[in-house]
């Protein structure tokens, strides 16, 4: 079945630091890729998706790129705020019509410190 | 601006009582979601449904049920909540027909049940 694997955190860092929250992911086909966000006591909002190989969703200055040959979706941002401080959730959905059935990873804790 | 609203953002109740959970969604989304999120667990689903009157078990049904009289409605049901059920509960909707558009999901309700 499909599965998606993050690493584990807490994450802690400076502020201005560069982030990095590995994501790798087992799927037949081609899925479709996201990170999620999650700030302290809300829901989780789209961060940023990729529908295809080489692909790269970026916003709010967080890239990924989608690779194939290493499946993997690693989300990075170049310096961090402490308003980033969040859970951050990679998810797959099955290739094929609509994102059926998301595939949620465990989550990230991020917090940045001032 | 798009939204999904889950009607309580914390609730507590007592074991044995029966509780609703009640989402709606102003997006005419044709699948909704509900997932409980505990920590170091992530996210898992416990009902989904693709229609009106439609209904399909996620991964972890039991205890659970679900109503789906109205497009926007997606309501969740503990019929005898006990303790193993506190926990973040979330509502999530999404349109198929849009591709990998991703999920939106509502802010959250916390249940404790004591």
């Known amino acids: 079945g499909n599965s998606v694997t993050q690493m584990e955190g807490p994450v802690t860092l400076s502020e201005e630091a560069f982030l990095t929250i590995n994501c790798t992911y087992t799927?037949?086909?081609?899925?479709?890729l996201f990170w999620y966000v999650q700030y302290p006591g809300e829901g989780l909002q789209l961060l940023l998706k990729?529908?295809?190989?080489?692909d790269k969703g970026s916003n709010k200055g967080f890239e990924a790129t989608y690779r194939k040959e290493t499946t993997s979706f690693h989300l990075e941002k170049g310096s961090v705020q402490v308003s980033d401080s969040a859970v951050y959730f990679c998810?797959?959905?099955?290739?094929?019509?609509?994102?059926?059935?998301?595939?949620f990873g465990k989550g990230t804790k991020l917090s940045v410190i001032p | 601006d798009v939204k999904v609203t889950q009607s309580s953002r914390y609730l507590v109740k007592r074991t044995g009582e029966k509780v609703f959970l009640e989402c709606v969604q102003d997006?005419?989304?044709?699948?909704m979601f509900w997932y409980r999120q505990d920590p170091g667990l992530g996210l898992r689903l416990i009902y989904f449904?693709?229609?009106?009157?439609?209904?399909e078990k996620g991964d972890i049904p039991e205890g659970y049920s679900v109503s789906r009289e109205k497009k926007e409605r997606f309501s969740l049901i503990l019929e005898s909540a006990s303790t193993n059920q506190t926990s973040m509960y979330l509502c999530a909707s999404e349109n198929p027909g849009q591709g990998a558009s991703g999920y939106t999901f509502g802010s959250g309700t916390r249940l404790t049940v004591v």
């Open positions: 449904s693709y229609d009106v009157k439609m209904k």
């Open positions: 990729a529908t295809k190989a080489d």
């Open positions: 799927a037949t086909g081609y899925p479709s």
């Open positions: 998810a797959l959905a099955p290739s094929g019509a609509g994102s059926y059935q998301l595939t």
């Open positions: 997006m005419d989304h044709e699948n």
